[in-house]
């Protein structure tokens, strides 16, 4: 199996507090792996780790390692790591601008594609967000004026839009209601096949549906990471037991 | 049982009754606020609008008089027909009674018959310009003279009995406000020009990259609260010492000008600029900086990109504000430029801007309330055309955006 990131003893503090102790967990390639675990347990904080979102904190300090295909993460480049490992929001938080605009201010932010070329992509974001049909009418329109659903999957397609290889998704349907939620689920698992996704979720049954590993995080701590099916059928250590059995959290 | 229903009945009532005073305070409150108002903008206008005219304008302020010497005799001159004029048919000239667009009783020329003597004097003397004296020779050799103030007949019957003309001054219209108007102008264009990338830039500097615990950036952010509750005039004094010496290096005129006018006034701009800036850019909801740094985007392609797009309509109404502080600013303008009312515009002249005009005209021996008036009427018109194009621009920015 090959592994996308492969995280080594990583502790993260935020000023005096630390948030994350001695993390070890690989991260599988074309797999979804998911976070779980009670409020304030550390796994956003992990998960910002990935595309070095942490950053933006000034008094955030990290110590051990990630390695991002075998290179250390804090050698990468911030701008080109966050153009391979996109991000999705817990809240949908499209540009105040337009549907197309959205969906091409990545690469034209790389300065990369222009004209018909930049249309094209555009076009196969949203299809592959899966929101295409619904609004390839009114691509000139705001992006605001979206349902929310159609707002997480057109954040979706801003991040498909700069061909990423990693997904990161913080509690992406914790706004929407259940038909929404269903429909970003089904696209996590088609997306599955071409891009590596970390998910964190709040909800365990979604996570034993959608992912193919579990991390449980408990206060900074990394309690069990195993197999979905192990985790949820089989868990080690009793605080999952407790945990997914509803007895805290 | 009964007992407790009445009370509660009464409790009710008490309720009712106190709300009801309460709404009475605040209709009455909003209701004096805009009468207030109103009667303010009835007041300007019904002693402005009179006044107000595309000749006041478009005219310099400086009036100019005029004498031409003369030994023109009289002839007779075919009475063009011009109803309420008085007419000279031994002149070929015609008079009338008229106010000045300034407020003033003027006896106006209103005709000259082609063949004229007295349009043949110069080509200053033309229809438009007001008469103010001239000197005559009667039949017996008698010196008469026609004042202005003898109004239009009297001006004619001194004409018709003088037989030979020795001078004739006229005055042409002034009192004009071409000059304040665009003075105005420029300085609003100039000190916004020099005020907003300044006063945006340090909104910027503050909302995203000062260190938020700094000490130092404590206290400047608290200095830029307190100048902004400086009064103006103690700016003027700053206009005066610092400014007047410093745009002397660029204008080369030791007094004051429109330049050290302008830069008196980022001086006052710019805390009024800053706040209202960085409240725009705070209003940026911070999710949008995250997406995008998440999608690759770099800090300074966040800000140009995103932010400072989605804070423009809240920039643009700090632009507005500021335009409005500029053109109701006297008192620090009269020490920093001068209260000299001219007709030249120039970054390097002294002229002074509507509002300083307002100030000298009330502040003469003989304050002229009228003209005063209209020039508050058209500060007034000033302001609303800067606001509502600002409005315009907003939204034909928003829609360009998608936003409906």
Known sequence: MNFVFQVDDFSLAYGEKEVLHHITLNIAEHAVTAFIGPSGCGKSSLLRAFNRLNDLIPDAKETGRILYHDKPLEAANPLELRSQVGMLFQAPSPFPMSIYDNVAYGPRCAGKKRGKELDQLVQESLEEAALWDEVKDRLKKSGLALSGGQQQRLCLARALAMKPEVLLMDEPTSALDPLATEKIEELILSLKQRYTIVIVTHNMEQAARISDFTAFLYLGDLAEFDTTEKLFKEPSNPKTEAYLSGRFG | ?404
């Open chain 2, 1 to 404: 049982m009964d007992k407790i229903e009445s009370k509660k009945d009464r409790t009710w009532q008490k309720r009712a009754i106190k709300d009801g005073c309460r709404k009475l305070i605040t209709w009455l409150s909003a209701g004096c606020a805009l009468a207030l108002l109103a009667a303010i903008f009835v007041n300007i206008a019904q002693g402005g609008a009179s006044l107000l005219s595309w000749d006041l304008l478009t005219s310099d302020y400086a009036s100019a008089t005029y004498t031409y010497q003369s030994s023109a005799t009289s002839a007779t001159y075919a009475d063009p027909g011009i109803a309420d004029v008085s007419y000279s048919s031994a002149w070929g000239v015609a008079f009338k009674n008229e106010t000045s667009f300034t407020g003033e009783s003027v006896v106006a020329l209103v005709y000259l018959a082609p063949a004229s003597p007295i349009g043949k004097l110069d080509s200053k003397v033309a229809v438009g310009t007001y008469f103010t004296k001239a000197f005559l020779t009667d039949a017996n050799g008698g010196t008469i003279i026609a004042l202005a103030k003898d109004s239009a007949s009297g001006v004619k019957d001194a004409f018709e009995e003088g037989k030979s003309l020795a001078s004739f001054s006229i005055t042409t219209k002034g009192g004009g406000i071409r000059g304040s108007l665009l003075s105005t102008l420029l300085v609003i264009a100039v000190s916004l020009l020099l005020s907003l990338p300044l006063g945006i830039g340090a909104a910027i500097y503050f909302a995203y990259f000062a260190p938020k615990k700094s000490k130092i950036v404590k206290i400047l952010e608290k200095m830029i609260d307190v100048t902004s509750g400086i009064p103006s005039i103690v700016f003027g004094l700053i206009g005066v010492a610092v400014f007047i010496p410093f745009s002397s290096l660029f204008t080369g005129v030791n007094t004051g000008s429109l330049l050290s006018g302008c830069f008196t006034l980022v001086i006052i701009l710019l805390p009024t600029i800053v706040k209202t800036a960085e409240e725009a850019l705070d209003e940026v909801p911070k999710e949008y900086r995250t997406a995008s740094l998440a999608l690759g985007g770099s800090e300074r392609q966040t800000l140009h990109k995103i932010i400072l797009p989605t804070a423009l309509p809240g920039l643009l109404s700090a632009a507005v504000l500021a335009a409005g502080r500029i053109i109701g600013e006297s008192a620090a303008l009269v020490f920093a430029v001068g209260n000299v009312i001219g007709d030249s515009v120039a970054l390097a002249d002294k002229n002074d801007t509507l509002a300083v005009e307002i100030w000298s005209l009330l502040a003469g021996e003989n304050p002229n309330y009228r003209l005063a008036s209209a020039i508050a009427l058209i500060i007034l018109i000033v302001i609303s055309i800067l606001s509502l194009s600002a409005k315009l621009l907003t939204a034909l920015f928003l829609k360009k955006r998608g936003h409906a």
